[in-house]
């Protein structure tokens, strides 16, 4: 095959208007894709930007490749049908256990609409994929507001804490974290000729982190106690 005879197919498929219309669908499904990665990479999450855009894009790509490769119109959704599956082992690598907690599942169920917005693009539902990506925009901006505000979101903490020696300053937050049912979490610490320093985590809502805080550095026995912020448990 010369240059002249790609240069004809090519010619061909844009005279038709389908790669034209695909090409369409594409950019608006990494758009929307985008819009919603922004989100999740000014909250630092995991699947930030590039995940959500390769994903919508990913989708749409697909779907589009269903309607052009289908030989009989019952063909047309199995290529795409594949993508529910793929997107769910996605979605579940995203999701970390860690003693007890849970993180994560925003990000997942997140990837799970993007991928479906992708198919509406891909589809050629356009009103449908741009009511969607507002509609997941509005509940990640409005609703995350909602929950930090009425102390409904739960944050993994980090403080840093310094004392005489190790023993003392676990024996000292442990009665701090008592009559709040807490327990400090991912323990370490490390020590220098002046001092100890224990950096542990602590989960609870804003305010139980803010109160907690305070208490901790009313504390007698305590040094210099700093909060090393919050993190979202999704």
């Given at each position: 095959m010369n240059v002249h005879s790609i240069l004809d197919i090519l010619h061909q498929e844009m005279v038709s208007g389908f790669a034209t219309t695909s090409l369409m669908r594409l950019v608006l499904a990494a758009v929307l894709g985008g819009a919603i990665g922004l989100e999740r990479e000014l909250k630092q999450r995991?699947?930030?930007?590039?995940?959500?855009?390769?994903?919508?894009?990913?989708?749409?790509?697909?779907t589009v490749l269903s309607s052009g490769l289908a030989g009989v119109p019952s063909d047309a959704a199995r290529i795409a049908a594949q993508i529910i599956p793929g997107i769910g082992f996605i979605g579940a690598g995203s999701i970390l256990h860690t003693r007890g907690l849970t993180s994560g599942l925003t990000t997942a169920s997140t990837l799970f609409v993007v991928a479906s917005v992708g198919m509406a693009a891909?589809?050629?539902l356009y009103v449908t994929a741009v009511f969607a990506t507002l509609a997941v925009l509005i509940t990640l901006f409005v609703l995350g507001h909602l929950e930090r505000s009425f102390n409904l979101?739960?944050?993994?903490?980090?403080?840093e804490v310094t004392g005489l020696t190790?023993?003392?300053?676990?024996?000292?937050?442990?009665?701090?974290?008592e009559h709040r049912h807490q327990m400090m979490q991912n323990v370490l610490s490390g020590s220098t000729r002046d001092h100890v320093r224990v950096q542990f985590d602590v989960s609870g809502c804003d305010r139980?982190?803010?109160?907690?805080?305070?208490e901790l550095k009313k504390s007698a026995v305590?040094?210099?106690?700093?909060?090393?912020?919050?993190?979202e448990l999704e």
């Open positions: 995991p699947a930030g930007l590039r995940t959500n855009i390769f994903i919508c894009f990913g989708a749409a790509m697909f891909g589809g050629g979101k739960t944050l993994l903490t980090t403080y190790a023993e003392e300053i676990s024996l000292e937050v442990n009665r701090i974290l139980e982190q803010r109160e907690l805080l305070q305590l040094g210099r106690v700093t909060s090393l912020g919050p993190v």
